[in-house]
């Protein structure tokens, strides 16, 4: 049956719906612009001047705009703060002042002011927006929420705008978080995961304001420009050093209360030094001008850092610090901070590009200078016949060479990218760059200017003003994803966790610190340089500090013991472990060294790995002590750790290198591989009399040690070599080494470390031979040597 009469209005409601679409297309866009906290010190030193630049710049490009200034604070007394804001807006210097008159008074026409703190608030508001564009007759192409409050109430504030306050269909959402993003990696992934039920990946903006400053958002760009001349020095080969520095002059007073939540690490490095770090040291996209690239690469420089440790930091704390939080926070008179507010940090990549390269990141607070930078230091391999006098800055390859990006402040006073003129002229962009006029006795990192090829921005633009004009047009490369926040906690929470009881060096602050902060390398370690005068006898009212104790040698369960804070603990057995090698190449002509797994001996791989170069790697042969039923590239895995930490940086012929053959005929420990008599055949057949030089145990909070556990006799007697154990903890099949095996080593070494230890380093100083119980009290080398390595978290609690 047919009904032409209903199709015949279908086809007109269709038009009109279509008619009413192209029409609505066809409307101005407008673009709300709503700042929460937009009467607090951010906004009024840095967001509105942001705001009303990119008012200034989209202004006459068929956008229309609307700002929506909010806070706790009353409508009367905000609408007072907000207006003394507006009238301070300046515009560029190069502006005439009555079109800066004109366009300032249209900006303060379209800013207002309203109490933003309940849901039906937000609510009223989005209704108000949806009003407003309706009555003059615009469509809305979307919202930007800039949350400038404290973290703790993004939470709040992001229910209301998901629920009550995000525009219509066809128009976007993007809502700017202000750091910090957590305090570590679990309350960075609780906020991510708390923000990411409300908005999608693309609606968030996470400011880094160092990101907006202009040196720092043309580090891409510069490499990108002179790939010709820094594809062949961008390497380990060429460069010698990175530094990464934001020095500050200022103190925290006023600040206390978030500095000592704080710190400067959790402040300014891993934040703003990470960003800057990861801008240097990614492999750069074929496109730079794609956002997903950039951000894409970024995150690939993460899995690449090596690990921190607390070897990998010096800190500090300026001497009136603790004073200035007992004032602020009513603290005792006997409280002392450990917040550093001093902090230099080694960084080392371990990738083809930058392995060995030490990357140094520094900041602090009351120091003699403001000034940030990244400076990239290359090695210099000229040698030159003619005296300095005759070097000539252009063509002596004898004279410093090194590229700084001056990110601002210090002696130059501005931003500025400088080249040594020895070795290239580089290429910026000449529209927003131009050279550095030149400085009459102005010296910079050893040279002066006029060695430099020196440029500097057109017009120097404050960081906000760029990030505010970024988030409009979408540059998500400028900001902070969610997988790149907690790459960084990833990276910096296990540091951060070792040095919580760690004392800064007490500085006076300014010029008067002389040489008190200045530290060195020294095989994979950072160490101040100047060492403080030892206190022999500390004061009566004073607690023992770090430096008050060496390393303590006594007896534990009637076999030597070598005690220390860990630094000292691991550096001592290291040193045991190379004198070992040393002795047995020189008797035997190999040395043979058994490893076990877990976290306590990667501090004891890295300072093999970075602090021994006289090791005899060439004639030793590794071999496992127990190892998890994964595959050998699973991050479980003993032997992915050993690779990891050790085997990696340095040079062990690969048939010295003795994984355990967990993984046969693609099964895992299946009993019928027959993977324990396959060892146990390669250590009888290379290792005399099966007696390993030396073997590295550690002892398990119940006991255990190697993957031999409580009240399981597997590997505790008997005739066998190695043995398949099972685990209390995931996973739960492993290989180990037995007991008799292990016995009949020339020294076994047992490491413990860490407060988790004092408890069962106490139960098993008092017990006898009761390897059923606890298997480490079976460990008694038939003729061999056994010696404990304790840290004194472990033996002191």
């Known amino acids: 049956m047919k009904c032409p009469g209903i199709w015949k209005m279908l086809m007109a409601a269709v038009c009109v719906a279509l008619l009413s679409s192209l029409q609505a297309q066809d409307l101005p866009g407008q673009v709300s612009i709503i700042l929460l906290g937009a009467t607090g010190d951010l906004a009024r030193k840095y967001l509105w001047q942001g705001l009303f630049h990119l008012y200034l710049e989209e202004v006459g490009k068929g956008h229309h705009f609307r700002f929506h200034g909010t806070a706790l604070t009353s409508t009367e007394q905000g609408q007072e703060v907000i207006a003394k804001v507006l009238e301070s807006l300046s515009c560029p210097r190069d502006m005439a002042p009555g079109h800066c008159a004109e366009l300032k008074a249209q900006f303060q026409q379209l800013s207002e002011y309203r109490q933003l703190k309940t849901p039906k608030d937000y609510l009223a508001l989005s209704k108000d927006i949806e009003a407003q564009v309706e009555h003059e007759g615009l469509r809305e192409i979307g919202r930007i929420f800039y949350l400038s409050v404290p973290p703790f109430a993004y939470v709040d504030i992001a229910r209301n705008i998901n629920s009550s306050c995000r525009p219509g269909p066809g128009a976007w959402l993007r809502v700017v978080l202000e750091k910090p993003f957590g305090h570590d990696l679990h309350s960075a992934q609780q906020l991510a995961a708390e923000l990411g039920s409300f908005f999608r990946e693309e609606e968030m903006y996470r400011v880094d304001h160092y990101l907006g400053k202009q040196v720092v958002a043309q580090i891409l760009p510069f490499r990108d420009q002179n790939r010709a001349a820094l594809d062949g020095l961008w390497n380990r080969h060429h460069v010698e050093r990175v530094e990464v520095v934001m020095k500050e002059t ?80 009513q603290k005792p008179d006997s409280f002392h901070s450990l917040t550093p507010t001093f902090a230099g940090i080694l960084v080392h990549i371990d990738n083809l590009r930058w392995e060995g390269v030490p990357f140094i990141l520094m900041s602090g ?86 060695d430099y090829y020196a440029y500097s921005p057109v017009r120097e633009q404050d960081a906000y003003s760029q990030l505010i004009s970024h988030i409009f047009h979408c540059r998500k490369d400028s900001f902070v994803t969610t997988e790149n926040l907690l790459a960084s906690w990833a990276f910096w929470t296990p540091l951060l966790d070792s040095l919580a009881h760690e004392v800064p060096r007490l500085y006076p602050g300014g010029a008067e610190n002389g040489q008190l902060l200045d530290f060195e390398l020294s095989g994979g370690h950072l160490s101040f340089s100047q060492p403080l005068p030892e206190q022999l006898v500390p004061g009566p009212d004073s607690a023992p500090l770090p430096s008050d104790f060496q390393v303590l040698r006594a007896k534990y369960r009637e076999s030597p013991l070598i005690s220390a804070w860990p630094e000292e603990l691991i550096a001592r057995l290291a040193g045991d472990i190379e004198a070992a090698a040393v002795r047995a190449v020189r008797r035997f002509g190999e040395f043979h060294l058994a490893l076990s797994g877990g976290s306590s001996p ?25 190892e998890r039923c994964v595959p050998l590239w699973d991050p479980e895995s003993n032997f992915q750790g050993l690779q990891t930490h050790l085997l990696q940086h340095v040079r062990v012929p690969h048939y010295n290198v003795h994984p355990m053959p967990v993984h046969r005929r693609q099964r895992l420990c299946a009993e019928e591989d027959q993977g324990t008599q ?86 098993v100083s008092r017990v006898g031979h009761e390897p059923k119980k606890w298997p480490i009290s079976g460990v008694l080398p038939d003729s061999g040597q056994l010696v404990w390595y304790m840290d004194y978290d472990a033996f002191l609690g």
């Open 250 to 329: 200022l103190d925290a007073e006023g600040r206390t209360s978030f500095y000592e939540e704080y710190g400067v690490i959790r402040d300014v490095l891993q934040n703003h030094l990470t960003e800057v770090l990861t801008l240097v040291a990614m492999e750069l996209p074929v496109n730079i001008s794609s956002p997903e690239a950039v951000l894409q690469h970024k995150l690939q420089a993460f899995p690449v850092l090596r690990g921190l440790q607390r070897h990998s930091a010096v800190l500090g704390q300026y001497q009136a610090y603790s004073g200035q939080v007992r004032r602020e926070l």
């Open 365 to 450: 607070k009351v120091l003699d200078e403001r000034v940030s930078y990244v400076r990239i230091l290359f090695k210099n391999q000229a040698f030159c016949v003619q005296s300095e006098k005759h070097w000539v800055a252009a063509q002596s390859r004898c004279l410093p060479r090194q590229i700084i990006f001056h990110i601002g402040h210090g002696e130059l006073g501005s931003p500025a990218v400088l080249v040594s003129r020895n070795l290239f002229r580089p290429a910026l962009p000449s529209a927003g760059w131009k050279e550095v006029e030149g400085r009459p006795g102005l010296r910079l990192f050893g040279l002066p200017l006029s």
């Open 678 to 763: 396959a060892y146990a055949e390669e250590i009888s057949a290379l290792v005399t009399n099966s007696s390993f030089d030396l073997v590295l145990l550690g002892m398990g909070a119940d006991g255990h040690t190697a993957s031999l556990f409580p009240q399981s006799p597997t590997g505790l007697d008997g005739e066998q070599l190695v043995v398949l154990t099972t685990s209390p903890s995931s996973p739960h099949r492993r290989m180990s080494l037995s007991l008799p095996l292990i016995n009949r080593a020339r020294k076994v070494a047992v490491l413990v470390m860490g407060r988790m230890k004092r408890e069962i380093a106490m139960l």
């Open 602 to 626: 990667v501090a004891l791989f890295q300072q093999l790995a970075t602090g021994h170069y006289s090791f005899p790697w060439a004639h030793t042969h590794l071999w496992l002590v127990d």
